[in-house]
């Protein structure tokens, strides 16, 4: 069966750091572009960043510094780093697939992490 | 890099068409046949409804159809049904150091 499982909701307090997974099964995970899509409470979709076939990454400018996106191949498991958390981090991440051959759309979505940032 | 500009809400009656406008500019929108559209129900995932301005990924209604004129693109809702009640977001490729970017979103009523 084709999907993304992600790991369960976190609490972090302000400045500590975050580590969300997402394990893909029913494909070959290496062939396709992998993205962070992230939607904070009653707003809209941002996209964070991307993980390409070869494992070259790429970052949204407002968050470049403060996440890092990685894999594992072996598991075929996708993780996003997120740190220095801060209130307005509060939201939930999605990891999506990229349709083959770099399409530029989203046909596969995790059902997403909620990240709550509180003292 | 701004979002992409959608109304607020949209609402129509069972078995009438609603269009949902999506418009940008030439960066993104107008620039590029790299225009999608994703379902989301209330505390669901996004789901790929149109890719490439108008094409349809197997398995979703042909109601939903996608259409795109200078910077704006539409979404096109045929025969409205009470399980198409959701929000919807536009996403576009763009040429700005953010490759991708989504609209504000859009509730449908199904009234």
């Known amino acids: 069966q084709v999907q993304l499982v992600q790991s369960g909701a976190e609490v972090k307090k302000p400045g500590a750091s975050v580590k969300v997974s997402c394990k893909a099964s029913?494909?070959?995970?290496?062939?396709?572009?992998m993205h962070w899509v992230r939607q904070a409470p009653g707003q809209g979709l941002e996209w964070m960043g991307q993980?390409?076939?070869?494992?070259?990454?790429y970052y949204a400018q407002k968050l470049q510094g403060r996440v890092t996106v990685t894999r594992d191949t072996s598991t075929s498991t996708l993780y996003m780093d997120l740190s220095s958390l801060r209130s307005e981090d509060t939201a939930v991440y999605y990891c999506?697939?990229?349709?083959?051959?770099?399409?530029?759309?989203?046909?596969?979505w995790g059902r997403g992490t909620l990240v709550t940032v509180s003292s | 890099q701004s979002a992409l500009t959608q109304p607020a809400s949209v609402s129509g009656s069972p078995g009438q068409s609603i269009t949902i406008s999506c418009t940008g500019t030439?960066?993104?929108?107008?620039?590029?046949?790299?225009v999608s559209w994703y379902q989301q129900h209330p505390g669901k995932a996004p789901k790929l409804m149109i890719y490439?301005?108008?094409n349809r990924p197997s398995g979703v209604s042909n109601r939903f159809s996608g259409s795109k004129s200078g910077d704006t693109a539409s979404l096109i809702i045929s025969g409205l049904q009470a399980e198409d009640e959701a929000d919807y977001y536009c996403?576009?490729?763009?040429?700005?150091?953010?490759?991708?970017?989504f609209g504000t979103g859009t509730k449908v009523t199904v009234l």
């Open positions: 999506a697939r990229e349709g083959i051959g770099a399409t530029k759309y989203f046909d596969l």
């Open positions: 029913g494909y070959t995970f290496t062939s396709y572009y």
């Open positions: 993980i390409d076939p070869s494992g070259g990454t």
């Open positions: 030439s960066s993104d929108v107008g620039g590029y046949n790299y």
């Open positions: 490439d301005v108008s």
């Open positions: 996403s576009s490729y763009t040429s700005s150091a953010l490759p991708y970017v």
